[in-house]
């Protein structure tokens, strides 16, 4: 039972364009939403957050949107540099403050 | 100078053994975690300690026991290994306020021959 869905395992983009990566929830009580990014052999890495009561946080080239009636956010990167290249992974926050990860997008974005 | 680190990085290791992963943060934070990422990708949390005390215990058999001495070291000892606890093992910090997330260590990729 995913309460955390990445329906795109994979996306590839050109340099310079827009990469967007979405994420759909099933649970309407999580209170923050989370992306990671992961290169190979690393640790995941927090890249920016949004609290369940705003709709949109930027931060530099990245901005993340929520869409609570859906249960949608998205995460967009413009412009995309080939080192965005990685696997990027949603997450929701849990009842007990745990974090609960989607399955994660491959990126790949070409010279 | 690292902020969550485990040792080992690679571990390959026979079926029916014991082994230990060991995990050291060094970012002041209270609450530590052990993540498991399985062959399908996916990061399933298996347990959580603030301040030593155990906060979060998923359904992790229990030959999977964490021990935490103090607030910055949150360790994962394996008992009787068996093939499909094969996997990458995350261990990883927090500060209070989930906005902040979480820091992760780089990983630990046990293998159970």
């Known amino acids: 039972d995913q309460q955390v869905k990445q329906n795109s395992p994979s996306l590839s983009v050109q340099e310079g364009r827009i990469s967007i990566l979405n994420c759909d929830y099933t649970?309407?009580?999580?209170?923050?939403f989370l992306w990671y990014k992961k290169y190979p052999a690393e640790g995941p890495t927090f890249l920016i957050s949004?609290?369940?009561?705003?709709d949109k946080n930027e931060d530099g080239r990245f901005t993340v949107f929520l869409n609570k009636s859906a249960k949608h956010l998205s995460l967009h990167i413009v412009p995309s540099q080939p080192g965005d290249s990685a696997v990027y992974f949603c997450?929701?926050?849990?009842?007990?403050?745990?974090?609960?990860f989607g399955k994660g997008t491959k990126l790949s974005v070409k010279p | 100078d690292t902020a969550v680190s485990q040792t080992p990085k690679y571990l390959v290791t026979q079926m029916g053994n014991d082994k230990s992963i060991k995990c050291e943060q060094n970012?002041?934070?209270?609450?530590m975690y052990w993540y498991k990422q399985d062959s399908k990708k996916f990061l399933k949390i298996m347990f959580s300690?603030?301040?030593?005390?155990?906060?979060i215990n998923e359904t992790v058999p229990n030959r999977f026991s964490p021990k935490s001495p103090d607030k910055a070291h949150l360790n994962l000892h394996i008992n009787s290994l068996e093939l499909g606890d094969s996997a990458v093992y995350f261990c990883?910090?927090?500060?209070?306020?989930?906005?902040?997330?979480?820091?992760f260590g780089s990983g630990t990729r046990l293998t159970v021959v």
């Open positions: 990883a910090s927090s500060q209070e306020g989930m906005q902040y997330g979480y820091t």
């Open positions: 649970n309407s009580m999580f209170d923050y």
């Open positions: 949004i609290s369940s009561i705003k």
């Open positions: 997450a929701a926050g849990g009842s007990q403050g745990n974090l609960i």
């Open positions: 970012l002041g934070h209270d609450t």
């Open positions: 300690y603030n301040n030593k005390e155990l906060i």
